[in-house]
């Protein structure tokens, strides 16, 4: 990838202090960014200002999903989104009405829950067999908000597989067990993983930035697998010699809805990225 370097142009992002976010933000400072945190209580000055908003901000979705919690995912997002969206529009008509034509870029975070679960078809950006449950419906109005702006804007959709790195997310749990020398199957095992190592995350918004891409993108590595091969690598990495299987039910009762995260999946297919030549650091997962 082409080293980027425009000290003018202005990166804002929401939901910054992230693990994503502080990753992002050093990278883009590394490559002479100038960058803004967009907290909870942005206004269309401090948007104005960004030639480049970057659109994190979300509830966590690791926590047990209770009514409340669910309601909070859900706000976090579509409400944000939804105010980036009226804000871009509003500014565009501002600006044209005076003359100025000046193209902002939007990139919005989305998941590759989006697609239907528990299928054996390998989704690419082209596939358009969504699903139904709250995940789904939750990407799919999230994407909606994103759109809204599509006239105002230049809009990249980036649909994050699960995002592997020690340093934080859901790989520094499914680890813990393993020091311990026990490995831990979730359901049936068999369900798949969409993943991305972090680095080849930041590298690929980098990369969306430099070649002025917009619409969907699968940010997941081209490979998948299943919970059970996970499991055999960190196993294999920690010498476990216990073996416990995690049913379902239980993780049902554990984490409500939320247990659809571990207990079903889909396999996705980074095909824009690598059509436009995005080439993965991290193909294969290291743990």
Same mark, same amino acid.
């Given at each position: #990838? ?6 003018? =142009? ?5 939901? *910054? ?18 960058? @803004? ?43 944000? @989104? ?22 902002? #870029?939007?990139?919005?975070?989305? *998941? ?11 989704? +690419? ?22 759109? /809204? ?24 749990? #499914? ?12 359901? +049936? ?22 070649? /002025? ?23 294999? /990495?920690?010498? +476990?010699?216990?073996?416990?299987? =995690? ?20 396999? +996705? ?16 997962? #290291?743990?």
């Amino acid at each position: #990838m082409q080293e980027i370097r425009n000290s003018k =142009i202005n990166v804002g992002i929401t939901g *910054a202090s992230g693990l994503i976010g502080r990753h992002l933000t050093k990278a883009l400072i590394d490559n002479e960014y100038t960058v @803004t945190p967009l907290g909870r209580g942005f206004d269309a000055g401090s948007v104005k200002n960004c030639d480049i908003i970057i659109n994190l901000a979300g509830a966590n979705i690791g926590k047990r999903w209770t009514k409340k919690h669910k309601n909070e995912i859900w706000s976090s997002r579509i409400n944000t @989104t939804k105010r980036l969206s009226e804000i871009l529009n509003d500014l565009f008509q501002h600006e044209s009405s005076i003359g100025i034509k000046r193209e902002k #870029m939007l990139i919005s975070a989305s *998941a590759t829950g989006i697609y239907k679960s528990d299928s054996d078809q390998i989704f +690419t950006e082209k596939s358009y067999k969504y699903g139904s449950d709250f995940l789904a419906e939750l990407c799919k109005a999230w994407e909606e908000e994103a759109m /809204r702006s599509k006239g105002s804007a230049r809009v990249a959709i980036v649909r994050f597989g699960l995002v592997m790195t020690k340093e934080g997310g859901a790989l520094p749990k #499914m680890i813990l067990p393993s020091k311990f020398g026990i490995k831990i199957i979730f359901g +049936t095992g068999n369900q798949k993983i969409s993943w991305i190592s972090l680095e080849d995350l930041i590298r690929g918004i980098l990369f969306i930035i430099e070649n /002025r891409l917009e619409g969907p993108f699968n940010f997941t590595a081209p490979g998948s697998l299943t919970y059970s091969a996970l499991a055999d690598i960190i196993s294999n /990495r920690y010498k +476990t010699f216990i073996k416990i299987k =995690i049913p379902d039910l239980i993780l049902g009762i554990i984490l409500k809805d939320g247990s659809k995260v571990v207990t079903s999946g889909q396999v +996705t297919y980074p095909e824009r990225l690598i059509e436009n030549g995005f080439k993965f650091n991290s193909p294969l997962l #290291m743990v």
